[in-house]
């Protein structure tokens, strides 16, 4: 089992930043390739990025390249997502999840264990 939790989020104002951590602890942390996504109301969890165990990769969501930054400390057990020039449609609840086998993955089916999320909400 690999048990996950977020935090960082808060209120912002439209053109700030925040960095989410998601802190690992269970199984190997370092073993294992990692996501960031995110789920605004009323609309489905999407993917925003991804990052593969050796931190070597990343790959993200349109919508928020040049802006977010997916990263990772395996030393601490730790990955973090570094939010920039951050918008009001950024508003959401963040999760990071990881997945066991393979190489990272933009469906949210392909995750195995997941956080309780951590509020974001980005005011204009």
């Known amino acids: 089992q690999v048990q996950l939790v977020e935090s960082g989020g808060g209120l912002v104002q439209a053109g700030g930043s925040l960095r989410l951590s998601c802190a690992a602890s269970g199984r190997t942390f370092s073993n294992y390739a990692m996501g960031w996504f995110r789920q605004a109301p009323g609309k489905e969890r999407e993917f925003v990025a991804s990052?593969?165990?050796?931190?070597?990769?990343?790959s993200y969501a349109d919508s928020v390249k040049g802006r977010l930054t997916i990263s990772r400390d395996n030393a601490k057990n730790t990955g973090y997502l570094q939010m920039n020039s951050l918008k009001p449609e950024d508003t959401a609840v963040y999760y990071c999840?990881?997945?066991?086998?393979?190489?990272?993955?933009?469906?949210?089916?392909?995750?195995?264990?997941w956080g309780q999320g951590t509020q974001v909400t980005v005011s204009s």
């Open positions: 990052i593969t165990w050796s931190g070597g990769s990343a």
């Open positions: 999840a990881v997945r066991l086998l393979g190489a990272p993955q933009r469906s949210v089916r392909a995750y195995d264990y």
